[in-house]
């Protein structure tokens, strides 16, 4: 009886093993990281998405829209090529899900994705790109992004441009466009000093993909998507936001994928992994250099100060 109880075990186990390994050869292919692109109406909009595998065959995500934070993706369907899932609204004001349809075929997603008010558009989507560095960087000269004078060096993304300079103050009095370095790059160490009015939210875009959070949160419990979070994927180890009217400071580090964050003297994100982009990137092109992007488009900010530090190689 004893040998039976062992024989029937060893069964099942090989059964479950078989199982596993067929779920996992019907969607390695699929399993990782994807830099979508879509056609909105003629212009492109980045998008990402992550597919894991959960268990023994169940597959699972996170997806970042045009906008808003990365969600959780309960199941993700994959069969024969063909992959689809769906998600409540975040903050699109309509009741309907966004629905994900595609087809993987020769290393590459395709197919469309419905938003909540009924449009569809059409996305081609890459895996992404590891951004591993083989070597260590050594570090170039402190540059000025910003003059202290004028707008040199940067332009907005809306015709209307908000952003001015006072008394050497780089500012921003109310919502309207985001502010985009002309200059575009790879691997850098950034220092910034930033206020804002009580209530107010702003960010930081390093490579124009990857949101720095700036917003009035002193005294809340950390979160990914609060002060110094990178905005739905990495969350601070304590909150170090200061109060409202008070110049405060980022010094951050960006190599490949690994992200330092000091804020205001405090290391609350440490040589982390960022996963992907955040809502409202620019592109969804991560493997090439980019641009500085402060935010405008949500509440009042000021900048005295933007320096960064190129690596080299």
């Given amino acids: 009886m004893k040998y039976l109880y062992s024989l029937i075990t060893v069964i099942c186990l090989n059964f479950l093993l078989t199982i596993h390994v067929l779920a996992q050869s019907d969607s390695k292919d699929l399993i990782g990281r994807w830099n979508i692109t879509l056609d909105m109406d003629g212009k492109e909009a980045p998008?990402?998405?992550?597919?894991?595998?959960?268990?023994?065959?169940?597959l699972v995500g996170y997806f970042v829209g045009d906008d808003g934070s990365a969600r959780p993706v309960s199941k993700v369907n994959f069969d024969n090529g063909k992959v689809n899932f769906s998600i409540p609204p975040q903050w699109?004001?309509?009741?309907?899900?966004l629905v994900f349809e595609g087809s993987l075929s020769n290393g590459k997603l395709t197919g469309t994705i419905q938003y909540p008010n009924g449009k569809r558009y059409n996305f081609v989507g890459e895996k992404a790109p590891s951004l591993v560095r083989e070597n260590q960087p050594k570090w170039g000269e402190k540059i000025a992004l910003f003059n202290g004078k004028d707008l040199t060096g940067w332009y907005a993304d809306k015709s209307i441009n908000q952003w001015e300079v006072k008394n050497g103050i780089l500012t921003?009095?109310?919502?309207?466009?985001?502010?985009?370095?002309?200059?575009?790059f790879e691997d850098f160490e950034l220092e910034v000093?930033?206020?804002?009015?009580?209530?107010s939210n702003s960010g930081i875009f390093l490579r124009g993909r990857y949101e720095v959070q700036i917003q009035d949160d002193f005294g809340k419990e950390p979160s990914?998507?609060?002060?110094?979070?990178?905005?739905?994927?990495?969350?601070?180890?304590?909150?170090?936001?200061?109060?409202?009217?008070?110049?405060?400071?980022?010094?951050?580090?960006?190599?490949?994928?690994?992200?330092?964050?000091?804020?205001n003297g405090k290391t609350v994100i440490c040589d982390q992994i960022i996963p992907g982009i955040t809502g409202g990137a620019l592109d969804s092109k991560e493997g090439l250099p980019g641009p500085i992007m402060l935010q405008g488009d949500h509440g009042p900010v000021e900048f005295r100060k933007i320096e960064l530090v190129k690596a080299i190689y």
Avoid at 49 to 58: A, Q
Avoid at 92 to 97: E, F, G, R, W
Avoid at 242 to 263: D, H, M, P, Y
């Fill in 47 to 58: 998008s990402w998405l992550e597919v894991k595998l959960s268990g023994i065959k169940v």
């Fill in 92 to 97: 699109q004001v309509a009741d309907n899900d």
């Fill in 172 to 184: 921003s009095t109310r919502t309207g466009a985001n502010l985009i370095s002309l200059e575009k």
């Fill in 193 to 199: 000093e930033f206020r804002y009015p009580e209530g």
């Fill in 224 to 263: 990914n998507v609060l002060f110094g979070g990178v905005y739905g994927f990495l969350t601070p180890n304590e909150m170090a936001a200061g109060k409202a009217g008070e110049w405060q400071t980022f010094k951050i580090r960006l190599v490949g994928r690994r992200l330092t964050v000091i804020a």
